[in-house]
């Protein structure tokens, strides 16, 4: 079973990222420790609940790069440009942590050598 609240945290601090992001704020560290915090959690969540969180979190940050209200943007800046820019970071967030997972599961077929 995906926890509900596992999703929601990730996805929360990622949309909070790309609106520092879109406000001029440096935010690749925080962003690389809190994408190797979300897969090493999700791994930890997969074996005590069940398979799929990394997959879920996936899907949902791929859903909030297409929302946009428009409330964090920079002053004068034009709001489709902001848009963009919002969904550009959330889908490239969302893949570095496909790329994750697809590179473990790739991992995880690999025969053991002896």
Do not use: C, W
Request: proline residues 2%.
């Amino acid at each position: 079973m995906i926890v509900e609240n596992f999703i929601r945290l990730y996805a929360h601090d990622f949309s909070q990222m790309a609106g520092r992001a879109e406000m001029g704020q440096d935010v690749d560290e925080a962003l690389a420790r809190r994408v190797r915090d979300a897969d090493n959690h999700a791994q930890v969540m997969d074996q005590r609940k069940g398979k799929g969180h990394l997959t879920a979190l996936v899907a949902r940050i791929r859903e909030e790069a297409a929302l946009f209200n428009g409330r964090v943007m920079r002053h004068g800046a034009d709001p489709a440009e902001a848009a963009e820019r919002r969904q550009v970071f959330l889908s490239d967030v969302a893949d570095t942590l496909e790329q994750l997972r697809a590179a473990r599961a790739a991992d995880a077929k690999q025969p053991a050598h002896a």
